[in-house]
């Protein structure tokens, strides 16, 4: 309790009472000028913290999305080229069932022959598809054309085995991969026509081909190669229904990720951004306060003194 | 007893008056002078008596009048010590909290522009790199990011130290010191402590027993004050008046004499500037009283600029930050070039477009120590080369290993897996956790900081207004003051011209 006061001290006591307001009132004018509640860390710390993490972790959901969206691209080109591939093999098949009546000539055969070693043609130049300057069904060995044309007869495959480390994958979500690649070898196989081994529909094709073209012809061999190409026919389908199905998970995944960065988002806005109309009734508290105690201040400072009454 | 000493003591009465609205002129006068105490005049009444008529009967005694028994001066020694106390500390807490916003600015990582930003560009990058492992541009564009890291942590590695520089001083740097703020503080504290005791001589040289010159008392008591500002400082008083002044029981000032200086020595990396004591004939009597200097603006600077990590201080930032610049190269680099589980990191060769062994570090030190936020630079063939950068991860010893696997990503997921999971290098955070973490103590310390200092203030402007009260001048009070002298003196030259005529009828009796 202070019984006596003195000018020095009313004067600044009214300076306090103003500095504090002005500090105030500026404070609030700059959250509004920004639009952000937290301007610096110890505004308050802990949403600054909070704020951090959820920057962090929409730029992560960004990243994923992105992956999805390259992702998606790449799978639709791999997409036709196993609808293409599909078709071949229909062909063949076709082809192979002709083939298999014995009576068509040796002629008929031949000119059969050439279509197949046509279809032969146009799998392998599929096998070697290209996207975005990557063959897709080289495994890993993206810069080496996968099949490629032996020096004698057949077609050998350099990307990565199905054995080995084919897998390229992309990050969809916080430690979940997904391969988006299938290895040329499982899917076309290959064939050495010296040694007369291979794997795969190019085994079988190479081989109705060489039946198609012996004299007499190989009937044997080219009623066999029928189950082979529908084999082959099935499990391309099975491949290309599996990557339909990883699209469709994409898809999925693309519509949560988008999900969870929208909360965050108004995670963030809560945290972060300003409640305007409480910052504009702040600020219009703040001023009357403000004016209140220039007020006060000019009253006391100019006119409470004795001597105005001498 | 006669008329004649009545007109003496209306003479004296109007001297005593002339005196006391002196003082009351003085008081007015130094309304606003900082450091003023007011002043008090204190009248009595003479005890010399005076007895009227001759007779026993009529015997009676009257006064002589009045006196001036003392100036009296309006200090409150109690309150004086402990303003001074709460002073320190409000200069300590104003200090660091200007300090500590300082750091805060540089360390800011909500405008976006920081080294979150830093890292985000990073991992987006290696996810580009991800999905085009053989892709020059991607590369180029993963080499780029990881130079902006490196920046970044150069850039606020060097705003913190300079800040340093600024309050400390740089032992590796000659002349850094004596440009710094501890040394110009501490320079400024000598100086007062040199007026202090001069203001000591002065003030026993001039007074007399009882009789203390005020001014000079002021003078003194304001320069303790300012002293304060910067120091804890305790005072005794002497009886002569001069008072005895010591920081922290080191005691600086012996009566009229200064006994101890203080002296700035530049010192480790740690501890960059020491302050000493040295006494009169120059010998250093206390090597080292950074520990004693627990309040006053030297006492936040020497903390600021210290080690311990308790409080916000720039050195732990800087600690934090470096540790955070060698965890993240390292756990790059490790990436970059280990074998990890049997699994050899690969870079691509330019010439043959085939995997390689990565044997090139991302990450360096430009100055060949360990790593940490300064040196902190990517490795100049990295730049050049971008295909040196590891994206691949493969066992070499698989029958199916082909040097051709150059769109192996394997290596990049684990750099992205960096971002999600932990390392040992940062006490089993993600970089970018272990920095929301730093700035969120960052953020923390400085509102304790500014708490603390919003309630010493309040706390500073009571006590301030309390000194005040009991020492200050109020202009209400010297108007009362000033019109009960002028009434006074007014009488007292009525009672002298009553006596003067009295006196003339007196001589007129004759006639």
Redesign the interface.
């Known amino acids: 309790m ?8 009313t004067n ?2 009214n300076l ?1 009472y103003i500095f504090s307001n002005q500090i105030k009132y500026n404070e609030i004018s700059q959250q509004i000028a920004s639009q ?1 509640k ?9 949403d ?2 909070n ?3 959820i ?2 972790q929409m ?2 959901l ?2 994923y999305l ?2 999805m969206s ?2 998606q691209n790449e799978l639709s080109v791999l997409d036709n080229s196993l609808a293409s591939i599909t078709s071949s093999l229909q062909k063949a098949n076709d082809l192979a069932v002709q083939a298999a009546s014995e009576t068509n000539g040796t002629n008929n055969l031949q000119s059969m022959k050439v279509e197949i070693d046509q279809i032969i043609e146009n799998v392998i130049s599929l096998g070697n598809t290209k996207y ?3 063959y897709i069904f ?7 054309t996968p099949f490629q044309a032996v020096s004698t007869g057949g077609v050998e495959y ?1 990307g ?2 199905q ?3 084919y897998q ?4 969809i979500s ?2 979940v ?1 997904a391969p988006i690649n299938v290895p040329g070898d499982r899917l076309l196989g290959s064939y050495d026509a010296a040694t007369e081994t291979g794997t795969g529909v190019l085994k079988t094709l190479y081989q109705l081909s060489d039946a198609m073209g012996a004299v007499p012809p190989d009937f044997d061999t080219i009623r066999a190669s029928l189950d082979e190409i529908q084999g082959g026919i099935t499990s391309t389908t099975n491949i290309r229904t599996n990557f339909a199905a990883m699209t469709a998970r994409f898809k999925m995944t693309e519509t949560s990720v988008n999900n969870s960065l929208l909360q965050l988002t108004s995670y963030k806005s809560q945290m ?1 951004d300003l409640d305007l109309a409480a910052a504009a009734t702040n600020l219009a508290n703040t001023e009357l306060a403000l004016n209140a105690s220039m007020a006060v201040a000019s009253n006391v400072i100019q006119q409470l ?3 105005d009454y ?1 | 007893m006669s008329l004649t000493s009545s007109m003496n003591i209306a003479q004296q009465a109007l001297l005593v008056n002339e005196a006391a609205l002196n003082v009351v002129s003085n008081n007015i006068s130094n309304v606003n002078t900082i450091g003023y105490s007011r002043q008090r005049v204190c009248l009595s009444a003479n005890v010399n008596h005076t007895s009227f008529g001759g007779s026993a009967y009529l015997q009676a005694y009257s006064g002589t009048g009045v006196n001036i028994d003392r100036v009296e001066r309006y200090t409150d020694a109690y309150l004086q010590s402990y303003y001074r106390q709460q002073n320190s500390l409000y200069n300590y807490l104003n200090q660091a909290a200007n300090i500590a916003s300082n750091v805060e600015d540089i360390m800011n990582e909500l405008n976006g522009t920081g080294l979150q930003a830093a890292f985000t560009s990073f991992f987006e990058a290696a996810q580009t790199l991800n999905l085009n492992p053989s892709d020059i541009s991607a590369r180029q564009n993963y080499a780029q990011q990881v130079q902006t890291v490196a920046m970044k942590f150069n850039e606020l590695g060097s705003s913190l130290k300079d800040a340093r520089t600024a309050l400390v001083g740089d032992v590796n740097e000659f002349g850094s010191l004596q440009s710094s703020k501890i040394y110009s503080l501490t320079t400024l504290a000598n100086e007062k402590l040199q007026e202090i005791a001069k203001a000591n001589a002065d003030i026993v040289k001039i007074s007399s027993p009882g009789m203390l010159p005020s001014g000079l008392l002021d003078t003194r008591d304001q320069l303790i004050e300012e002293l304060s500002q910067l120091v804890p400082v305790s005072i005794v008083e002497n009886s002569n008046g001069s008072v005895n002044l010591s920081i922290n029981g080191i005691e600086m000032i012996k009566g009229s004499q200064q006994t101890g200086t203080l002296d700035v020595v530049a010192g480790s990396q740690s501890e960059p500037a020491i302050i000493r004591v040295k006494d009169l004939q120059g010998e250093v009597v206390y090597s080292n009283i950074n520990s004693y200097l627990n309040s006053g603006s030297i006492g936040a600077v020497i903390d600021m600029a210290s080690e311990e990590g308790d409080v916000l201080t720039i050195k732990s930032t800087m600690k934090n930050l470096d540790k955070l610049a060698k965890g993240f190269s390292d756990i790059i680099n490790r990436i970059q070039t280990q074998v990890i589980d049997g699994k050899t990191s690969l870079a691509i060769d330019k010439d043959t477009m085939l995997l390689t062994d990565a044997t090139e570090n991302i990450f360096e030190s430009s100055d060949g120590e360990e790593i940490n936020a300064l040196n902190i630079r990517v490795n100049s063939d990295i730049l050049e080369d971008p295909y040196l950068i590891a994206a691949a991860r493969l066992d070499k010893t698989d029958p199916n290993y082909s040097a051709g696997a150059i769109g192996n990503n394997s290596n990049m997921l684990m750099v992205l897996d960096v971002r999600t999971n932990g390392s040992s290098e940062l006490d089993n955070f993600s970089p970018e956790s272990f920095l929301s973490q730093m700035v969120g103590d960052i953020g923390l310390k400085t509102a304790s900081i500014n708490s603390s200092l919003k309630s010493q203030s309040a706390v500073l402007s009571q006590v301030s207004s309390q000194l005040s009260s009991a020492t200050g001048v109020n202009i209400n009070e010297e108007v009362i003051d000033l019109t009960k002298y002028q009434a006074a003196y007014q009488a007292s030259a009525r009672v002298y011209s009553v006596c003067n005529d009295l006196l003339d009828v007196l001589l007129n009796l004759g006639r």
């Open positions: 202070i019984l006596r006061t003195t000018n020095q001290a600044n006591a306090n952000k937290i301007l610096v860390p110890s505004d308050n710390a802990i600054s913290m704020i951090l993490n920057n962090r730029s992560k960004n990243g992105n992956n390259m992702a975005n300057g990557q080289a495994g890993t060995n993206t810069g080496t350099t990565t085995p054995d080995g480390p390229r994958n992309i990050e916080d430690g991969l972060q003194s004795l001597l001498m």
